[in-house]
């Protein structure tokens, strides 16, 4: 199907459109980084008009936000990010395995009650997070877990109810067969999920893994919660660092720095994985 | 190679009613070592359910099934050292070829390995294993001509090539009983024949025993050692596949083995003749005086002149010409029927023409009324 110009014209205009408002933000931020304190301050005030490209760029910048990050100079930045990356990668592993573990389960194996179980399961995605917030943090103060990174962490290693949903649409759609000749060849069902399942559900855990891995990445309430020292801190929460106790912004240009770093592993994961994506919903599944 | 024996195997399914739904019934079956058995009939007849409680993917409701003279009832499918061959190949898609054909011999391995490696020093032993399964893949791909397969996955194969592999997969393990569940299915019409030889070619080679399944009369009959003729759940005839053919058990096995299907006519003979719906031929008087079914095989029907001595009126409905043979279908005071003729006698055979049937009495077949009513012996 060929399009004449002038309908191209209009859908580059419309995906221009688009694409500047979602970049716009984020291209701001990236300039703000580079400005120096006083224009930076000057910008987010409104005191000045906002420019598209920092008259003189002070990559300086990025490495004193590192070094103003927590209060350890340099190693609050390295502290927070290693905390970041080791909740982030338990709570991406927890949720992938117990997710497809119990969509597996969902989806194969008949037992007594397994309907409502499943019921009670999507139910559960309609609780707003707020809501078991405080039961929650009360439970966890009695496990003696506040300020350490558990109550982050093992909640993931139980499934989640949106990834267990999707895991089992997509096993049941995997022929049964394939199941009874893994059956026939000596595997009993973990070896069968972990073998066969595991391997064949390649597009949901792609997209598990990536939303996931944005979702802890990002979180700040969770961390602000159960995180209370300096040194348990997330990225996310030592960013909130810049702000000055009455919750003004002190260092904006600094602030700018430290949130491009930080969202740069989210883009290049997410530019990675689109490969998956794509690939997995083209193959058409397990067709074959 | 072992024998396999089904004694009043039965299977009750609970119904979506709650209702108990009886799938097999009373199923008695003894497999010779080394036979080639065809379990056979339309489908939801309990043929594929017979094989899977073979194989342990369901579980056996009543009687008890040997493997070797071994009860295996409650044994799971891994330990009953059988190889199932699925209708849809079920090859597993994210491995190559070579895996899929290892996979079975791997798992084995890894039962034994925690064992092996805690009482040796695994390394060696495990490497000997993997020269074992390589050389034995090695060995069965040549043997289906897999060779230049090997590296593929199964998605970028064609549905012959997928069948051998699934094949090859099951030789692999060298097994004690092959399951196959209607493996020809999904080929065309041309592989579908050629694999069939193939197939009968590897049993003589492997001397394996064979339980087979499949809705194909003609298929189950160029295969079948011993031909098992499955209806409603239940066994109708097991015999060799000219017995079922030459001697069908009852009226269900005369009208599902050949094609075309044998001709059955409701009626009741008396004194030597038989009478349906007004029309009546001579047959042997020895059938007595009752209500019957009389069947006679397409090929014994002779087309001839309208009025001749010993025969009844017909119209032809249909010529289909086959090359060599004719099949001309005849409506007549008996319904619907079919004659097999030669090729040259049916050369001026029309669609509307008037003709005679009669047909070879020596050959007839007589029945019990009813839908599976039993062989009536003759004498």
């Known amino acids: 199907m060929k399009r004449s110009p002038l309908a191209s014209a209009i859908l580059w205009l419309v995906l221009i459109m688009g694409t500047a408002a979602f970049v716009f933000p984020l291209w701001w931020m990236a300039v703000v980084s580079l400005e120096t304190p006083d224009r930076a301050e000057a910008a987010i005030t409104g005191s000045a008009g906002i420019a598209l490209f920092p008259p003189s760029p002070q990559l300086g910048n990025y490495a004193d936000a590192v070094r103003e990050t927590g209060s350890v100079p340099w190693w609050g930045f390295v502290d927070a990010l290693a905390n970041s990356v080791v909740v982030t990668v338990l709570v991406v592993l927890g949720t992938a395995v117990s997710s497809s573990a119990v969509g597996y389960a969902l989806a194969r194996l008949r037992f007594r009650g397994s309907r409502p179980v499943f019921l009670l399961m999507l139910g559960t995605m309609m609780l707003p997070g707020q809501v078991t917030m405080i039961p929650l943090f009360l439970l966890f103060r009695q496990f003696g877990w506040i300020d350490s990174i558990l109550p982050l962490v093992v909640p993931a290693f139980f499934g989640n109810a949106f990834f267990i949903f999707m895991y089992r649409q997509f096993i049941a759609q995997i022929p049964e067969s394939l199941v009874e000749a893994a059956r026939v060849d000596g595997l009993g069902h973990v070896a069968i999920w972990w073998r066969i399942v595991l391997p064949l559900c390649r597009p949901v855990t792609a997209i598990c893994a990536v939303f996931t891995f944005i979702g802890t990445w990002n979180d700040f309430l969770g961390p602000l919660i159960y995180l209370h020292s300096d040194e348990s801190a997330t990225l996310a929460v030592a960013l909130n660092g810049f702000k000055n106790q009455y919750g003004g912004l002190e260092d904006v240009h600094l602030l700018m720095a430290l949130s491009v770093l930080t969202m740069i592993p989210c883009i290049v994961l997410f530019i990675a994985a689109q490969k998956t994506f794509v690939e997995g919903l083209a193959r058409g599944a397990v067709k074959g | 190679m072992a024998t396999v024996t089904l004694t009043k195997v039965g299977k009750l399914y609970e119904g979506a009613s709650g209702a108990t739904v009886r799938a097999v019934e009373a199923v008695d079956l003894a497999i010779a070592d080394g036979e080639f058995c065809v379990l056979v009939g339309p489908s939801g007849c309990g043929k594929s359910t017979t094989l899977r409680m073979i194989a342990g993917l ?6 008890t099934l040997e493997i070797d003279g071994r009860r295996v009832n409650d044994l799971p499918a891994k330990d009953r050292d059988i190889a199932f061959v699925f209708q849809n190949y079920a ?71 997928r069948q051998r592999v699934a094949v090859g997969r099951a030789i692999a393990r060298d097994p004690k009983v092959f399951l196959f569940d209607e493996p020809l299915s999904n080929l065309d019409a041309r592989l579908r024949i050629e694999t069939r030889t193939e197939l009968r070619m590897l049993h003589r080679r492997l001397k394996a025993t064979i339980v087979y399944v499949t809705h194909d009369q003609e298929e189950a009959m160029t295969l079948a050692d011993r031909l098992v003729v499955m209806h409603r759940g239940r066994v109708q005839q097991n015999a060799s596949a000219q017995e079922c053919y030459e001697r069908p058990a009852n009226r269900f096995v005369a009208g599902f083995i050949g094609t075309p299907p044998m001709n059955l006519v409701d009626g ?78 049916a050369r001026d055979a029309h669609e509307g023409d008037a003709v005679g049937f009669a047909f070879d009495a020596a050959h007839s077949h007589f029945f019990e009324p009813g839908e599976c009513g039993a062989r009536i012996v003759q004498g």
């Open chain 2, 91 to 161: 090859l597993y898609p994210h491995l190559t070829v070579a895996e899929n054909i290892a996979f079975g011999l791997e798992t084995r391995r890894a039962h034994r390995s925690a064992v092996v490696a805690a009482l040796s020093g695994a390394g060696a032993a495990r490497r000997e294993e993997s020269t074992r399964i390589q050389a034995r893949v090695a060995e069965v791909s040549r043997t289906l001509g897999l060779d230049p397969l090997l590296a593929r996955h199964p998605r970028e194969l064609s549905g012959g090539q």
């Open chain 2, 268 to 345: 009741s003979a008396a004194n030597g003749v038989f009478t349906a719906n007004g029309a009546a031929l001579a047959v042997p008087a020895s059938i007595g005086t009752r209500p019957c079914a009389l069947g006679f095989r397409p090929d014994r029907v002779r087309i001839v002149a309208r009025g001749a001595a010993g025969s009844i009126a017909a119209t032809i409905a249909a010529v289909e010409r086959l090359g060599d043979r004719t099949d001309i279908a005849l409506d007549s005071p008996w319904g619907r029927l079919v004659a097999r003729v030669d090729a040259d006698a």
């Open chain 2, 58 to 63: 369901e579980e056996i409701s009543e009687g």
